[in-house]
């Protein structure tokens, strides 16, 4: 009687033992399917976990970045725009300022041959003497300049300002045309203009007066400014 005891607890654990595992995998299958859901907790506890991962100023960093690289492209193009203006404001000064206390005999010349043009009404004066013949020089810029203001000095700094804004410009542009950066034609453009101003003898040949030498280089750039627009370098 005892081992039909026995037998029978023995049974009882089995049944009970099947039915847990029963139950367990309907559990589980029910997770699986949704039908039994976490506790509410779970979800905000695996937020938090990820917000504590996740920086909170994570997307201003990357803006701070972004700006911080915009700035740095920038800053070397304002100091060549800096360094342009410069050049250009020195080049200015000297010609309406600078130039009057170092005009001189050589220098009277370019309005000279002006205003011969302009009292005879032809290009070429045959009763003027020429150190040598220009016909398409400064003094075309100032023979109106010379009909408003006669032959005075303010004539002769407007004419070598039409000059430089000529000369300047199409630097600028000759370098475009050789497909070299508004950043790098600046620069270069800058440092013309600084040489020109390196010395008084330098002064003189550029914003003093202008003769052969002086416009070849204007002509040089004018055509460099076209050859190169015209090919498309």
Not at 86 to 112: Q, W
């Amino acid at each position: 009687m005892g081992k039909n005891q026995n037998d029978k607890n023995t049974n009882n654990i089995q049944t009970e033992t099947v039915k847990d595992g029963i139950e367990n995998a309907e559990t589980a299958e029910s997770i699986l399917t949704g039908e039994n859901e976490l506790p509410d907790n779970s979800g905000a506890e695996a937020a938090e976990g990820a917000a504590s991962v996740i920086p909170e100023n994570a997307p201003a960093e990357n803006v701070k970045k972004v700006n911080r690289k915009k700035i740095a492209k920038l800053i070397p193009l304002f100091i060549v725009i800096f360094a342009f203006l410069l050049s250009v404001a020195a080049t200015i000064n000297y010609i309406t300022n600078g130039a009057k206390s170092e005009f001189h005999a050589d220098c009277t010349d370019t309005i000279m041959w002006a205003n011969a043009s302009y009292e005879s009404g032809h290009v070429y004066d045959p009763d003027f003497v020429y150190a040598c013949f220009l016909p398409f020089g400064v003094n075309i810029f100032m023979q109106p300049l010379i009909s408003m203001f006669g032959l005075t000095m303010k004539a002769h700094v407007m004419g070598m300002m039409c000059f430089f804004i000529v000369l300047t410009t199409f630097m600028i542009l000759m370098f475009r045309a050789m497909k070299v950066s508004l950043k790098g034609s600046l620069l270069c453009t800058a440092t013309f203009l600084a040489l020109t101003l390196s010395s008084g003898k330098l002064r003189e040949i550029f914003w003093g007066h202008t003769i052969y030498y002086t416009l070849g280089i204007l002509f040089l750039v004018i055509g460099g400014f076209l050859f190169f627009h015209i090919v498309k370098v």
